[in-house]
């Protein structure tokens, strides 16, 4: 007897199941991602149930009329190869549909996403990873002390899109801390978050004016987990990002394929030392 597919929206407390999954994997999640995540668009995840058994998941997440970012993109091995995940990246898809679509693939999917829905390279993520510590320099501000409107701002000129609601809660998450660099006339010049993992940190997103403020960001957040392991996510064009990784003696151990389906958005890439996540971009 055939069994019937159903792919639905994920109920709130469903978006654990993906980041979950995703762990195992070894994508290697925050633990705080889940309700961050689905702040950002509560109808943007969806679940694949097999006769009522999840089986696979995908986001598609809206961000405005213009911009949407896929990933979560899993099937459970034992399901694989079976077009159940076709009927699933179809229907994330169609939520984001008239959007330039972004995503982080593994680099061997490319051709597939290009194929499926017209997915083009615009260039290499970089997963650097080295162990935090270090004192924290003087002059960084808490995140958490600046006005919610000055870091959108910024963090708007920095990503395809505004995103208040994924913001509010990523820098309001627990287990993590922010830093910022502020000019003597009150001017946002960077800023940064780390956030706990199931396995050690992350660092994302780091924006920053220049490799100096970037660098001095990195420091005061590799200083919130001493002795741990700490990820860092980094644009391959922006050389700076990369020379910061290496020089503090990281490895690279992870890369990803950033791909739209439209136009690459145009930002300030030599700003962008830091991505956010690989799920949300």
Request: charged share 25%.
């Amino acid at each position: 007897m055939s069994k019937e597919l159903v792919v639905r929206r994920m109920e709130p407390r469903e978006v654990d199941i993906a980041v979950a999954w995703a762990e195992q994997e070894g994508w290697n999640p925050g633990i705080h991602d889940a309700e961050c995540f689905h702040a950002a668009d509560p109808r943007g995840f969806f679940l694949a149930e097999l006769d009522g058994e999840p089986i696979g998941c995908m986001s598609a997440v809206v961000y405005n009329d213009t911009f949407a970012f896929g990933g979560f993109y899993i099937i459970k091995p034992a399901f694989r190869g079976r077009g159940y995940g076709s009927r699933l990246f179809d229907a994330a898809m169609a939520h984001a549909a008239g959007r330039n679509i972004g995503g982080d693939g593994v680099v061997e999917m490319q051709e597939k996403y290009k194929e499926r829905s017209g997915f083009t390279l615009a260039y290499r993520n970089i997963r650097f990873e080295g162990i935090g510590g270090g004192g924290e320099p003087p002059g960084l501000v808490d995140v958490a002390d600046l006005p919610f409107e000055q870091v959108l701002a910024y963090d708007t000129a920095h990503f395809p899109a505004p995103r208040p609601a994924f913001l509010r809660a990523w820098l309001s998450q627990g287990d993590s801390i922010g830093r910022a660099v502020v000019r003597d006339d009150g001017t946002l010049a960077g800023y940064g978050v780390i956030r706990t993992c199931f396995n050690g940190y992350k660092i994302g997103p780091l924006f920053a004016d220049t490799p100096a403020d970037a660098e001095t960001i990195f420091h005061g957040l590799m200083a919130f987990a001493p002795g741990e392991c700490v990820y860092f996510d980094t644009p391959e064009p922006n050389t700076a990002a990369v020379d910061i990784a290496r020089r503090h003696g990281m490895e690279q151990v992870f890369e990803t394929a950033r791909m739209y389906t439209r136009s690459v958005p145009d930002l300030p890439l030599h700003e962008i030392f830091g991505v956010t996540s690989f799920e949300l971009g």
